[in-house]
Each structure stands twice: as structure tokens, then as C-alpha cells.
């Protein structure tokens, strides 16, 4: 009985010390980097530059000063990039000893060149004044946007569009509610209505009575 329990309590101090010698190595693998990304050519801060841990799907975004903080592994990748600038690539030392590194990136700035565009003027003032009254400029994205907001715009969309499902459905339900009012009485009549005298006068107007009494008759008298 004693040696089963020496055997136990042996079994367990090792375990314990194992867990402990892991939780200690994951714990000096860890390393927090502080630092700060500047131009190469005049060591100016460069803000809004994005630090990457590669692989790991995380990372953080250097501030207004260029300053920024992240937690990673020793031996990882970080990522850095920007736009204007080209892409760098840091690799975290192994041997680094403890959990801190102060860290200077610099960043190098990327140069586009565009298509070359030649600007040629109008051979005299009369093509000028035949461009300025005829040509027609197409609209920028800007005023696009704005015809398409404009209100009577709108207005008119709603008139010709078709209902979505939502709005039937809305509708179905007002005209149910309305109609449940004179369930189990007689509808009254609307003769009297001057709304409704005032849609007849309308309707008359515009022919549509007219329009009903020339249809082509199926027979009869």
C-alpha cells in the first residue's frame, strides 16, 4: 500500500512539473513587439501601415505616429504593407532573449507610372463655343448618384415598380382590416360619396366608358 502511494504521488509530482516546464517554455516563446514604421529616404512616421502576423490571420495597424504594439511568437513572419509603399517581411529571431523587442521598420516608397496622356487644344474659339453648346459630357459617379436620389426620381419608381412581398403582403392585410369592419352587415354604399362622384366625373372624362361601350360584342343583342 505504501509503495502504490509513493508510485502516485511520484507519478503526480512528475506530471506537475511537466506542465509546469511547457506552460514555462510557451511563456519565454512569447514576444511583445513595440514599433514604429518610418520612411526610408527621410525617416518620416508612416501611419496606417498594417502589421501581419503571415499565416496567422491576425494583426494590428500602426497609429498616426507610426507606433504600433503585437503579440506574437519567436520565429513567426510579420507582414508589413501600405499603400505607396512596397511590402516588407520581418522574421522574428528565435534566440531573442526575453518578451520584449523594440523594433524600427522602414518603409520604402513605391513609385506608379501611368499611361502617357497627351493634352491637345481646340484649333480656334468657334470649335470651343460648337463644343461648349453641343458636345455632351457624360456624367460623373457624383451626379449620377444624384439623379438617381432625386426625389420625383423616386416618386416616379414607386408608380411603376411592382410590389416586393413585403408590400403586397402589407397591402393584403390593410384591405383584410378594412373589409373585417362590416363583417356580418351590409357594405354601405358609396352613392352619396362625393369622392366617389368625384372619381366618376374623372373616369368620364377621360373616356373610359367610351372606351368600354366600343369593345367588339361576342353576339347577341
Do not use: C, S
Given at each position: 500500500m505504501k509503495f502504490r502511494f509513493i508510485v502516485c504521488f511520484l507519478t503526480l509530482v512528475l506530471g506537475l512539473s511537466t506542465q509546469e516546464a511547457q506552460a514555462q517554455n510557451w511563456f519565454d516563446n512569447v514576444i511583445q513587439i513595440d514599433g514604429v514604421t518610418m520612411t526610408a529616404d527621410s525617416l518620416r512616421a508612416v501611419a496606417g501601415v498594417e502589421v501581419v502576423v503571415k499565416s496567422k490571420n491576425r494583426g494590428v495597424e500602426s497609429g498616426p505616429a507610426g507606433v504600433f504594439t503585437i503579440v506574437c511568437y519567436k520565429g513567426d513572419t510579420l507582414q508589413f504593407s501600405a499603400l505607396g509603399f512596397r511590402s516588407k517581411e520581418y522574421v522574428v529571431q528565435k534566440d531573442i532573449k526575453g518578451q520584449y523587442f523594440s523594433l524600427i521598420q522602414l518603409m520604402v516608397q513605391d513609385t506608379f507610372y501611368l499611361p502617357e496622356t497627351i493634352i491637345r487644344p481646340l484649333p480656334d474659339k468657334d470649335h470651343f463655343a460648337y463644343a461648349f453648346r453641343y458636345w455632351r459630357i457624360p456624367d460623373d459617379q457624383y451626379?449620377?448618384?444624384?439623379?438617381?436620389?432625386?426625389?420625383?426620381?423616386?416618386?416616379?419608381?414607386?408608380?411603376?415598380?411592382?410590389?416586393?412581398?413585403?408590400?403586397?403582403?402589407?397591402?393584403?392585410?390593410?384591405?383584410?382590416?378594412?373589409?373585417?369592419?362590416?363583417?356580418?352587415?351590409?357594405?354601405?354604399?358609396?352613392?352619396?360619396?362625393?369622392?366617389?362622384?368625384?372619381?366618376?366625373?374623372?373616369?368620364?372624362?377621360?373616356?373610359?366608358?367610351?372606351?368600354?361601350?366600343?369593345?367588339p360584342s361576342s353576339g347577341g343583342y
Open positions: 451626379e449620377i448618384a444624384r439623379h438617381n436620389t432625386d426625389k420625383y426620381t423616386l416618386r416616379a419608381l414607386a408608380y411603376t415598380l411592382p410590389h416586393d412581398g413585403r408590400e403586397a403582403q402589407a397591402m393584403y392585410q390593410h384591405d383584410q382590416a378594412n373589409k373585417a369592419v362590416y363583417y356580418g352587415q351590409q357594405q354601405p354604399m358609396n352613392i352619396l360619396n362625393p369622392l366617389a362622384w368625384a372619381d366618376f366625373f374623372e373616369a368620364w372624362k377621360r373616356g373610359d366608358f367610351r372606351n368600354q361601350n366600343q369593345q
